[in-house]
């Protein structure tokens, strides 16, 4: 059945809000594009470009920008959340703020917060009264905001305590390029989507000191293991992170140039300090932010996570990445099946 066009707003307009709206456009959906940044939302409304996120890439005349909050989500149905995890809690509260009436928000952020400890779809309803929200969905997947707005192939995973609600966010993205399926274990969803990026850090660190595809290998592989026994601890279906939103996600963000999180880790790998990073990223790195919180969730849960502990102490105690990389190669001997019988029984 082909679906109804809508009016859908997306608040931010960055890479991958971007990359979301082209997509909806193509769906043949009206796009209201929210950013805060007048020169950059007159760009796009007067050259249809988006050049400081994504040069090159023309954008269709059925997306427009809009400066004003009010005026961007006045009369519509369904908000696509696509900011970085520190700003959700100011967006949605100034959304709260201007609505009115109940929205449905689809979030496309990946991160944790910290000291509260809060996924992003917590947050969401922490801020946003009941009355003022129809459902949350994530839709979250391995997916690079450059390839997506080149239309290469791309599958990614909507989610929601409302699988009807998770149902409508597929009908809305889903084109030849761009599927989705759906997955009723948002607790999963985006603990795997907010972590890989933790490990991605880490695989960039190895490939900066030099290490090669060994390392990276191994890194990959005991990451998903840290990722499923914190996130069963927390609730979540073991099987989602055997899907896209875990070892997917985790492959294309520990292996790609376009991962910023893989970028950031290869510049401290080579040697440059984490405000170095940061400021010639130009671009939110989550995994910085969610390392934190992952490690805060590691001891509140007694969850063995060493490759969390070990970024930790990189990027928060100090430590040099060689030597944190070294320590995580000496210590003791396991049996590699042991913590998979554990996990298996615990289960």
């Not at 007159?42 to 400081?52: F, L, R, V, Y």
Request: contains cysteine; proline residues 3%.
């Amino acid at each position: 059945m082909v679906q109804a066009k809508k009016v859908v707003t997306v608040l931010g307009a960055g890479s991958w809000g971007t990359a979301l709206a082209l997509v909806l456009a193509d769906n043949g959906h009206s796009v209201r594009l929210w950013g805060n940044n007048e020169d950059h939302i007159q760009e796009i409304n007067d050259k249809h470009m988006n050049s400081k996120y994504l040069p090159d890439i023309t954008l269709p005349h059925n997306i427009k920008g809009y400066v004003s909050l009010q005026s961007a989500i006045n009369g519509v149905e369904t908000v696509v959340l696509a900011v970085p995890t520190k700003a959700i809690r100011e967006v949605v509260a100034n959304v709260q703020k201007v609505q009115e009436a109940p929205l449905t928000i689809v979030h496309v952020s990946k991160g944790i917060e910290p000291d509260s400890h809060l996924r992003i779809s917590e947050m969401i309803e922490a801020e946003m009264d009941a009355k003022n929200r129809k459902d949350v969905v994530v839709l979250s997947g391995p997916s690079h905001a450059e390839e997506v707005s080149l239309r290469h192939p791309t599958t990614v995973t909507a989610s929601s305590k409302n699988i009807e609600a998770a149902e409508m966010v597929q009908d809305l993205f889903m084109n030849q390029h761009f599927r989705v399926y759906t997955n009723p274990d948002i607790v999963g969803v985006e603990i795997g989507g907010a972590l890989k990026n933790i490990i991605a850090l880490a695989a960039g660190v190895t490939d900066g000191l030099g290490y090669g595809d060994n390392a990276k290998a191994a890194l990959i592989t005991r990451g998903l293991s840290e990722i499923a026994r914190l996130g069963t601890k927390m609730g979540a279906n073991a099987l989602t992170f055997s899907g896209l939103t875990g070892i997917g996600d985790l492959i294309v963000t520990c292996t790609s140039v376009h991962s910023r999180n893989w970028r950031a880790g290869n510049m401290l790998g080579k040697g440059y300090r984490l405000e170095e990073v940061l400021e010639n990223m130009g671009m939110v790195v989550e995994g910085v932010r969610t390392t934190k919180a992952a490690h805060q969730l590691a001891k509140k849960y007694e969850v063995n996570m060493p490759i969390t502990e070990a970024l930790y102490n990189v990027l928060f105690e100090g430590e040099d990445p060689k030597h944190a990389l070294d320590n995580l190669m000496g210590r003791n001997k396991k049996h590699e099946m042991e913590e998979l019988y554990k996990f298996m029984e615990e289960k």
